[in-house]
């Protein structure tokens, strides 16, 4: 019996975390979630960034007519920059 059990000394020692984040992950964080999550922002990414700038070309006239301060460019880098950011957050969960 004193075989199989662990001595006080390696209980009393502090798990390290890098370890622990590493089995956590493995365990949790299946290939199939991962490909499923990542293709999602990816396709959210492409339908914001095609349906906004439809929607921009579609209002076009009615938004320069308005005078905003911040005009189609603006609206425009605002799409990308969206897009571009959920792009990014599928890359990553893909393969981060």
Not at 1 to 22: E, I, R, T
Not at 28 to 39: A, W
Not at 69 to 80: M, N, P, T, Y
Request: glycine letters at 14%; aromatic letters at 10%.
């Amino acid at each position: 019996m004193a075989g199989n059990s662990p001595s006080v000394h390696s209980l009393q020692q502090p798990l390290k975390a890098d370890d622990l984040l590493k089995q956590e992950r493995r365990d949790y964080d299946c290939t199939s979630c991962r490909i499923v999550g990542g293709t999602a922002f990816i396709g959210l990414a492409g339908y914001s960034y095609w349906e906004g700038m439809k929607q921009l070309e579609k209002n076009r006239a009615s938004i320069l007519k308005s005078k905003p301060w911040i005009g189609i460019r603006g609206r425009k880098a605002g799409l990308i920059g969206t897009s571009v950011g959920l792009a990014w957050m599928g890359i990553y969960r893909l393969f981060g």
